[in-house]
């Protein structure tokens, strides 16, 4: 589990909210994802606007919302609801002059990686999941937080190159390379768009958009040079005890790497010991 401390990038109301929001009857039948949960890291970059919950289950999310708000409604919490749809509900939670957007939302049980518990945040989609979710978010909009957001788990989780390669595994209506078309549009935003943005340090754009060429054109070279049967895959290092990109012409074994795919649920990656000869 990433190392998410004390002091992370939510604002003080949206840290009672989730403390409150872990003694819900709901805790265990959801997980927090979307931007809040990629910036509990301590060097993480930006303030997220709103807190998203996900739920493996359609019938969960209405279920989750009614517990969580007469959780909410019975300490002092209004609940606005904005928009309630089949798997979807979208509302303002205040309180006196404070108030975030929260979603109750349904999202595919498949990634690589199990949940993971904070003590504040409750369950939390795993770092790497988060990351390969942000490609796809990436791919079908364009917006200046996303491209925050890409960069720190460029430099934070892993490279572009192995986030794309996942995200083919995840969604198998891409390949990485119908992924980087997608991407190759996206960065062109104007310093006007990100100091809209709630940041935690400042953002340098030049160098910025300097990061991002550069990841693009190493994440197509990766997609290029990597066999098709791995296609979807991460990479585990048992020695690092952390998932890494594999260098090119060296095999597997020789690295130290296997790959370790995504499943319902998500699962630890597994390092089966060699037998010894008789």
Known sequence: MADWGAAVPLTEFQR???????????????????????????????????????????????KAFEADRARLEGVGYE?????????????????????????????????FMPLVRDPLGGLLLHPVDLAVNKVLVLAGRDEARDFVDILFVHRHVLPLAGLCWAAAGKDPGFTPLSLLELLK???RHRPQEIEKLNLAEPFDLVEAKQDWLQALASAEAFA?????????????SEAEDRFMLPEPGVSLEAQGLKPHFGSPGGVIPQVVAEEEGD
């Open 224 to 236: 290029r040079e990597r066999p098709p049967e791995e296609l979807g895959c991460l990479y585990y």
């Open 79 to 111: 609940v606005e609801v904005g928009s309630s749809l089949p798997g979807f509900v979208r509302a303002v939670v205040s309180r006196g002059a404070e108030a975030t957007r929260v979603d109750w939302a349904h999202e595919s049980a498949w990634r």
């Open 185 to 187: 549009r996206r960065g």
């Open 16 to 62: 009672r909210l989730l403390a409150e929001l872990a003694a819900s009857a709901a805790a265990d039948e959801r997980y927090l994802a979307g931007g809040a949960a990629l910036h509990f890291s301590l060097n993480s970059t930006r303030y997220s606007d709103d807190l998203d919950f996900f739920h493996d289950s359609v019938a969960r999310v209405g």
